[in-house]
């Protein structure tokens, strides 16, 4: 039946299913919105939200020797842990190469102020001489 339910109530002792004439439940609560309804939201959502412009590649976040946690903080986010010990503050932050490097970005602080830092991931940077650098490859040590 065209427009009707496609099921309708149970009759008779088999159980099978009586057509009902007359529009389903679902039918009258959601009318049909038709091809420029769905046109039309689709263009009002795409104007409410417009793209957002990604660049080629974003510019690196770049600490220095001598900045404060409060800096490193800024330019790099939060850590995802920080621990201290004496005058020493380490601040370890995820990098996009933890299982082929084998290690966070570490940024080492004492009294305060960036001293070193172990830099691995792409989108960071660190504007000093590091203790490990990227380009040194490991080695066996001797005993």
Not at 5 to 20: E, L, Q
Not at 26 to 31: I, S
Not at 113 to 131: E, H, K, L, P
Request: overall charge positive.
């Amino acid at each position: 039946m065209i427009g009707g339910r496609t099921h309708g109530r149970t009759g008779g002792a088999d159980g099978r299913r009586i057509p009902t004439s007359g529009p389903s439940r679902v039918q009258r609560r959601c009318p049909r919105i038709g091809f420029l309804g769905v046109t039309a939201f689709a263009v009002l959502m795409l104007s409410a939200n417009p793209p957002v412009r990604l660049s080629a590649q974003a510019e690196p976040q770049t600490i220095k020797p001598g900045m404060t946690e409060a800096e490193v903080r800024a330019a790099w986010g939060e850590p995802l842990t920080a621990r201290k010990a004496g005058p020493m503050t380490y601040l370890y932050y995820r990098n996009d190469c933890h299982k082929r490097c084998g290690t966070h970005d570490v940024v080492f602080l004492e009294g305060g102020q960036v001293i070193d830092a172990i830099v691995r991931d792409s989108r960071r940077r660190y504007d000093g001489v590091s203790s490990s650098p990227a380009e040194r490859k490991p080695e066996a040590t001797k005993s």
